[in-house]
């Protein structure tokens, strides 16, 4: 199996340690723009291309300051993603509103910020209208149900899925916003996650886009964009092959030139709101091998646990493990890579072959820039680390601080309970 490159050498890393202790999450300024680049260039063939991060899965408000400058705007579904994304300048047309069982303030916040409303279903036509009133542009989720299959592969499950609407009802949602004053409409879908296959946009791209012809000729509606939301995966094991951006923007366009542009569709925007695409390789969490245990089977203990990235517990998803300094030492030796939780589940790596670990080295965890940090909690009373940034010039910026104590016991501060708290 081949290895994965580390964003930081081990010298790097120590230089490091030294000022930010670990765990620390680093992200790779440069490789974040190339990558932000390469897919503005898939998808240049249409002018009105826009991706809209999805915040929810880095929401760092560096971060997306950078996705900012590439072009980006941002996906929000809650009233602090949308205040985040107020707080950097994202304007009028720069943020989605994709939210779902949606409070009724945080349409109203949305309404302030001049996003664009996704709605997740037919009886928030009335919940947006009572609100916050109708936008002149409305989007709409669509729900297909049944299975997502593309050639013969079952993907999803959508008809299990709570998101989005039946076709009947965003029918009747897109007639109801159009007596209500909406003037223009995009339609949404999600309907398969870390894909892995260059086929996935551009199979979703042709079911979006006959429904946008049968949705104009049916309703009379405007159709300004079509949004292809998240869902393109990234190769988390290093034996996987890689989704190729350009392959997939060339899909789309030709599904819109057989399907749209004969129907007289030819200025129909593509919107993606891609989270994991757009990050997850260019973050990774650093952690030091503090204990090793030697019972019925050998485990690390590092100083990391699930509170920094819970992607293994939660899913038993496979991360990349890089033990620095010793890429090309033989991985013959096979670990549990643990964390320090009361769980059983806190397990980075099981039987992972890596090299001999000794008491202080550096492990590198890959992948961990989408729905890495951005899940992390506070079980067991486990603070959440730092975010450190290389940037272009070869320089490391902390873009967030590690938690301390007073942060964790901090919504206690309303009485003086724990006024004798010693920190
Ligand atoms: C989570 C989410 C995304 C991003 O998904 P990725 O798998 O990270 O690409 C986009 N849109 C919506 C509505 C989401 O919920």
Known sequence: MGDKKSILSKEQALAIREQFPTPFYIYDEKAIRENARRLREAFAWNPGFKEF??????????????LKEEGCGTDCSSMTELMLSQALGFGEGEIMFSSNDTPPEEFAKAREVQAIINLDDLTHVECLAQAAGVPEIVCCRYNPGGDFSISNNIMDHPGDAKYGMTKAQIKEAYRKLMTLGAKEFGIHS?????????????????????????????????????????????????????????????GVRKA???????AGMGNVAIYTELGRFMLAPYGQLVTTAIHEKHIYKEYI?????????????????????????????????VYDVTGSLCE??????????????AMGDLLVIHDAGAHGYAMGYNYNGKLKCAELLLKEDGSVQMIRRAETPKDYFATFDFCDILKDMKY
Do not use: W
């Open 301 to 333: 203990g590092v100083d990391a646990c699930a509170v920094n990235l819970m992607r293994p517990a939660m899913y038993g998803a496979y991360h990349h493990i890089t033990v620095l300094g010793k890429e090309n030492a033989p991985h013959d030796h």
């Open 256 to 262: 819109y030139e057989e399907v749209l542009v004969p």
């Open 344 to 357: 059983n589940n806190d397990k980075f790596a099981i039987d992972r072959a890596l090299p001999e670990i």
């Open 53 to 66: 991060f999805a915040v929810k899965a880095t929401p760092n408000p560096f971060l997306l300051k950078i």
């Open 190 to 250: 999600f309907l398969a996650s870390n894909t892995v296959t260059n086929a996935y946009y551009p199979a979703l791209a042709r079911i979006l886009f006959e429904l946008a012809v049968e949705l104009k000729e049916e309703t009379g509606a405007e159709i300004r964009f079509i949004n292809l939301s998240g869902g393109v995966g990234i190769a988390y094991r290093p034996d996987q092959p890689e989704n190729d951006i350009d392959e997939i923007g060339e």
